[in-house]
């Protein structure tokens, strides 16, 4: 089954402590993506790769790390989380951005809570 | 910076009745994406536009892309309760290869029986 997986789905963790959500598909996609959801602010992106040569700042990068170091894994790291970066995370994927047939594949989000 | 505006940001309606949901960005871009999102749930891509003019449609859905006006619609046609659901537009920002995206801040979408 095509799918985007995250895990974990859901974190509780607190200021300071280093974190990982991690981000797999098995599409064999070029594009990969974070975006964070929060009420009234709708989704906003973190940070994007074009394929595994190429990645670079979204909307909203501070205090965010990525990696992509395989075609199929994106990582989001959290080297000292903060209260402000409770939200909902969403990666996704897609064969090649923008392209007529494309569609971006989302993952099932993660909560994450920092205390 | 690439604004991105969708009116109304609440819709209730009854069913079979039709709307519109606009999207307005500020910046000049040909790529506009349409997303659905029910509660508590994922992402789920609805329709790519890449030109001016583009109109896309499935089933009770219909959009399309005026880039001049920079403005996309999302029309919905007899509206059904299980198209209840929060919508996303989303604009890529024109520099480079097209990579960074910008989202309106959704239409929460309610049909009532």
């Known amino acids: 089954e095509a799918q985007v997986t995250q895990n974990p789905r859901y974190l509780i963790t607190v200021t300071g402590k280093k974190l990982t959500v991690t981000c797999s598909q098995n599409m064999n996609h070029e594009y990969m993506s974070w975006y964070r959801q929060d009420p009234g602010l709708g989704l906003r992106q973190i940070y994007y790769s074009m394929n595994v040569e190429v990645t670079d700042k979204g909307d909203v990068p501070e205090g965010y790390k990525v990696s992509r170091k395989e075609k199929r894994n994106f990582p989001l790291i959290l080297e000292s989380p903060s209260p402000n970066q409770t939200s909902l995370y969403f990666c996704?994927?897609?064969?090649?951005?923008?392209?007529?047939?494309?569609?971006?594949?989302f993952g099932p989000g993660t909560r994450l809570t920092v205390l | 910076e690439l604004k991105v505006e969708q009116n109304p940001l609440f819709l209730s309606m009854q069913e079979g009745k039709n709307y519109t949901i606009y999207c307005n960005y500020s910046?000049?871009?040909?790529?506009l994406y349409w997303y659905r999102q029910d509660p508590g749930k994922s992402l789920e891509s609805l329709f790519v536009?890449?030109?001016?003019?583009a109109v896309k449609q499935e089933g009770r859905l219909m959009a399309s892309l005026d880039t001049k006006a920079r403005l996309s619609t999302l029309h919905i046609t007899a509206a059904v309760h299980d198209l209840s659901a929060t919508y996303f537009c989303a604009v890529d920002l024109p520099s480079g290869g097209y990579q960074k995206v910008t989202f309106g801040t959704g239409t929460k979408l309610q049909v009532i029986p």
């Open positions: 910046t000049t871009s040909d790529r």
């Open positions: 536009l890449l030109s001016n003019g």
């Open positions: 996704a994927s897609s064969l090649q951005y923008g392209i007529v047939t494309d569609t971006q594949y």
